[in-house]
């Protein structure tokens, strides 16, 4: 008999330290989403699982000549997008109407298109170009080409190591082989094919075209 009321203080002690045992490791569900949000937290501040934005590990550059604003309204949405320094080619002897009167072959423009070694001269430097890596260059399309002035610009800098992006605004030209005579000019750079971009081409234009680049 005393045998047996042993055992039962013995079954009844283990139950009561089991049932302790189990209570103890109940989950509050407040702390445990908390935990959750922190391990969450964790990981956005190390950024593992997110891919940063390509373009904020580049030093980008975006220049260009206009000589009507449409060229110039893209750069800017570019350089918006890209979060870049906009550099605007300014020839010293800006155009006048006359001189962009394309239907009139002794214009300044049409002159300029019929003579390679013409540069005209333009104003200011881009301080300190070394820091660039990526070059957005724009301009109009001159008689399927780019304007001299844009020339002149590539012939003042060394590109070597830089990647250049060219973009155009035109009535109606692709960007065609503009952008492989101003590449020529250039040595050791990598030049990505360049676009057209209408008068009226938008921001989220722009973006996915600037997205959809590998550099
Ligand atoms: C001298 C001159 C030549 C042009 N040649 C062409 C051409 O060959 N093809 C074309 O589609 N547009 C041509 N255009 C139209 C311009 O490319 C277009 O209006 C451009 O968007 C103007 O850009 P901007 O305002 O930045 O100067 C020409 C314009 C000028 C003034």
Sequence with gaps: MKHLKNLLL???TLFF???LISCGKTEDPIESENENNNSNNENNSNGSNEKPNETSEHKILVAYFSATNTTKRIAELIQEEVEGTLFEIVPVVSY??????YNNSN??????????SIRPE???MVENMDQYDVVYIGYPIWFGKAPKPVYTFFESYDFSGKTII???TSGSSSIGSSATYLEKLTKSSTWLSGTRFSSTATQSTIASWIKGLKY
């Design 166 to 168: 060219p973009f155009c």
């Design 10 to 12: 013995v079954v009844v």
């Design 96 to 101: 006048t109407s006359a001189d962009l009167n």
């Design 17 to 19: 330290a089991v049932s």
């Design 122 to 124: 333009i104003k200011g």
């Design 107 to 116: 214009s300044r423009t049409s002159l300029e298109n019929q003579d390679d």
